[in-house]
């Protein structure tokens, strides 16, 4: 079993949307969740982050994260075509001074159509 | 304030050659973590660099390795090239010592590795 599981997708929606990303995972030891989105041939770049349980907001962005269901989403409203890129989620246990291990889903590939 | 940057942008070599593969982290960032992303996949964790020690490691062979400096670059070192090495290399930086959580990993847009 995989550490993360993300559905590769790929997703298709219409301009003005609400896009629902989402990932599972198996290590009761992460704690700290973020969302990267990737454009063809460039880095993944941090969208939001958030810590243990409970929602975050940032402009059209919304993360959520439910610790008991092992569960977290990205929520995207009123969707741009800039928004087409490929969605990746990332966890991490403790974060120490001996060092830190990033786990990645897949990447969800999302395309918003004019 | 420049991000991370790395060199080259991208690389063609033949199977068995060797490859070093470069990372300049973020300003005020100390911690220096590389993947490897195959198309279509998520990264996968190669090995993270701290104070100039290999601090982390994944389910990587030895002929992946690396070297972090005092300047906190860093380099990865890549030997008997496979065909399956082709890949784009990713490398992350962070900051540890004082910060805590709220300086998660920021990325470079990597060094696309095709082996021949």
């Known amino acids: 079993q995989k550490e993360v599981e993300q559905d590769p997708g790929p997703l298709s929606v219409p301009e003005g949307a609400i896009v629902s990303l989402n990932c599972t995972y198996s290590?009761?030891?992460?704690?700290?969740f973020m969302w990267y989105r990737q454009y063809s041939r460039k880095g993944p770049e941090l969208l939001m982050y958030?810590?243990?349980?409970g929602n975050k907001e940032d402009g059209r962005f919304t993360a959520q994260v439910d610790k008991s269901s092992k569960y977290i989403s990205l929520f995207i409203r009123d969707s741009q075509p800039s928004d087409s890129a490929t969605y990746l989620c990332?966890?991490?246990?403790?974060?120490?001074?001996?060092?830190?291990?990033?786990?990645f889903g897949t990447g969800t590939s999302l395309t918003v159509i004019p | 304030d420049a991000g991370v940057t790395q060199s080259p942008t991208h690389l063609i070599k033949t199977r068995g050659q060797q490859v070093t593969l470069r990372c300049s982290p973020k300003s005020g960032h100390d911690t220096v973590s590389w993947y490897q992303q195959a198309l279509g996949q998520g990264p996968q964790f190669i090995f993270q660099?701290?104070?100039?020690?290999?601090?982390q490691r994944g389910n990587f062979p030895d002929r992946f390795s690396g070297h972090q400096f005092p300047n906190y670059s860093s380099e990865l070192n890549v030997n008997a090239l496979l065909l399956g090495d082709s890949a784009l290399y990713l490398c992350?930086?962070?900051?540890?010592?004082?910060?805590?959580?709220?300086?998660?990993?920021?990325f470079g847009d990597g060094t696309r590795l095709s082996i021949l």
């Open positions: 990332a966890m991490s246990a403790v974060y120490s001074e001996t060092g830190n291990q990033f786990y």
């Open positions: 660099y701290y104070e100039e020690e290999e601090r």
């Open positions: 290590n009761s030891a992460f704690q700290y």
């Open positions: 958030t810590y243990s349980s």
């Open positions: 992350a930086s962070s900051r540890i010592r004082g910060q805590g959580w709220d300086q998660p990993q920021h």
